[in-house]
């Protein structure tokens, strides 16, 4: 087995450790299923003793330019106290939005072979005209998902 596929096979999982690492850190109670079937990465507690599933989707910094925020071919419909945590390593962004709220903002496939799944597409990209290189950057409708800390799943 190469090393590069070890490193995109185990990519996901290791984000997904790495996001709990740093939720713990902000003292926020995360709790890591053994097996996510469901689709739940995580489940936080909050303050009030309630708990809200979470999905942690990431991008690595090696996908191809102009992708550095795609997340596609999601399988999804509402849930109550459910949230996503998306996260570009390339940009360096997270964002987080509840189950409702990526419903509303994804697209769905309507044929296809991944028809009725979802996706949504965080970044563009620019090409400097100077020096001719391309740049990501975050649409400006999903500018109010990006979070620097986690507190927005636990306020109520």
Known sequence: MSIAFRHSAGF?????????????????????PLIDDNGIDAVIRRPDGTFVEVQIKARSKDVKMGDAA?????????????WFV??????????IMTSE???????????GK?????????????KNKETGEYTEHCHERFRKYIEIDFSRLVTI
């Open 12 to 32: 996901g999982k290791r984000i997904e450790y790495w996001v709990a690492g740093l939720m713990l850190k902000e003292g926020i109670d995360v709790y890591m």
């Open 101 to 111: 709220e990526f419903v509303q903002e994804s697209v769905q496939n309507r044929t």
């Open 114 to 126: 991944n028809q009725g799944k979802r996706s949504i597409w965080f970044n563009g990209k620019r």
């Open 86 to 95: 998306f996260y570009s390593e390339r940009m360096e962004t997270f964002w």
């Open 70 to 82: 795609l997340f596609a071919a999601l399988t999804h419909e509402v849930r109550d106290n459910y």
